[in-house]
């Protein structure tokens, strides 16, 4: 009996840990969003369902940014407002299909990150913190003082997304083009994280003095890191003018940043399942908890500090240890084989 | 011209006192602490809830009942600023950079949404104004109580002068900066330095709280945000980490803001402000009288 009291942790932790690893996760994951709508498909479900897809977008391409790169990043809603700006002005005062929207927001994404990474990457890490703070203010002010984008009541009538003659732009299309989109997105940035690059920019993460005496070139795997992160953000901006189909200067202030980030610090920071599900946790929790609305972001505030001291890798942290690729694998079965035959001859 | 100058140095002069406990922090142990601007706002709601209390006492007394409430919101926020150290900081000291910068977020929403919950999300009206007859003097228009803030602000910025260079604090301050493992070996507490240090920085953000409610007359729960991010704007511009340099900084902030905003409107102000930190950055990061700072490996 106490022999299996003593087990059952250390069990649980294996079975956790097999979960973990295993690699068919993301399309259970994948099959979840996809048949959640068979369960409940009121309107109001869907378009929780919606933003909580268009928030793990967001989470996975901050992710990007600190947890791949750890890079603190607090104005990760501008790049939102930018796709959000650009798709929106382009659709409803030139008339342009959403889809046709989509390499202008890249490239503008692009262009302020070069803007705001080129010249603070080159400085001690922390002045990026509150560099970007400043920069999702100027954005969001810029927004409310200009005519282009509305001023402060923004920019309505935002269409919907067509693609190839088929309109998507009801609720149960627009959450399905988000379970798409939002899947590749995912797979990409996780995809990301395991390349060359990626492994570049965790070694920077770790120590950014070894990686450069490595001869990485860290200032430009850094902007790499941001700018990434930028376009995961601009294209869930045209998602999110698409489901609401109205935008203005307040969706967009820290608050939503700091949200992102939340979701990224408590998920685990590198670890696409983790950063996944915080993002889940923390854009559905509020529709679960209205009559405590005013306690939630304190909460969350102390939550983020909690976090910090007690359990810094999140609630589902990263792994160490890579995972063998399957040739790799085969390559060194091949070789104890091999090593095995020497022996016996 | 003089009068665009006179509202520069005076918001400038609002910039510096917040500016100065940023630059202190962050000179002594790294830190970049996000929660600053909010112990700025709860100067102001510490003040304000004295005012609502002692109540009709207060507006009779006016200017000198404010500056009773001074002294008691700086040793509000000042407790504030060591409680936050203590439960906040110290444990991750010598933690990675990223993580510390997170909790320092988490402090900020904690005690943003934390005033909220206490004191409703409504901005509050200050029961004390200070608007008092304006006097010319070379072409622009000067209130006595303007004046006299100025002149609170310059008191206490020389009084932290004294303090840094001329007290053993002071000096143990200096010697925790330069090389906190060294200071540690030759007998100096660095724990109850850097626990002194929150205090005094706190408490001045807690000073420009109540002067800031006193002027403008209206507080809420975020006023700490965009204050927090101009000051650290001036203490850039100075030279992070220099103290001089986050009055100097401040001072010019504020006459820049105020220059700027004539030329380019007000709704650009804060716009103006941020962009002119980046292009700072870009140029000259280290400020005007900031030292080249090399990362120790």
Redesign the interface.
Known sequence: MTTNLATSPARARALFDRIQQNRYLGLVGLAVALLAPFITATNYALSVMTSALLFVMLAVGLNIVVGYCGLLDLGYAAFFAIGAYVSGILATRYGWPLLATVPVVIVAAVVAGIVIGGPTLRLRSDYLAIVTLGFGEIIRITANNLTITGGPSGIYGIPGIMLLGVDLSGPVGLYYTCVVVVALAVLGAARLGRSRLGRAWRFIREDEDAAEAMGINTYRVKLAAYIGGAIWGGLAGILFGAQLSAISPPSFTFLWSALILMAVVLGGMGSTPGVVLGAIFISVLPELLREAADYRYFVFGILLIIVMIFRRQGLWPARAVERQSRRDRRRAEEQDVRKAEEVVP | MTQLLWNGLFVGSFYALVALGYTMVYGII?L?NFAHGDLYMLGAFVGFGVLSVAGGLATGLGFVALLIVMVIAMLVTGTAGLVLER??YR??RG?????????A??????????M??AAGPNPEVYPVRLAGDPVNLLGARITVQQASLILIAILLMAGLQWLVMGTETGRAMRAISQDPTAALYMGINVDAVIARTFFIGSALAGAAGVMAGGYYGKIDFLMG??IG?KA??AA?IGGIGNIKGAMLGGLALGLLESFGTAWVGG??R??FA??F??VF??LR?TGILGER?T?R?
């Open positions: 790294r970049l439960v906040a444990p991750l933690a990675p950079r990223l993580s510390v910068l997170i909790t977020v988490g402090a900020s929403f904690a005690l943003e949404y934390g909220r919950l945000f965009i991010l650290f704007t850039v709704q650009w804060d716009v941020f962009g930190l980046i950055l870009t990061p700072v990362e490996v």
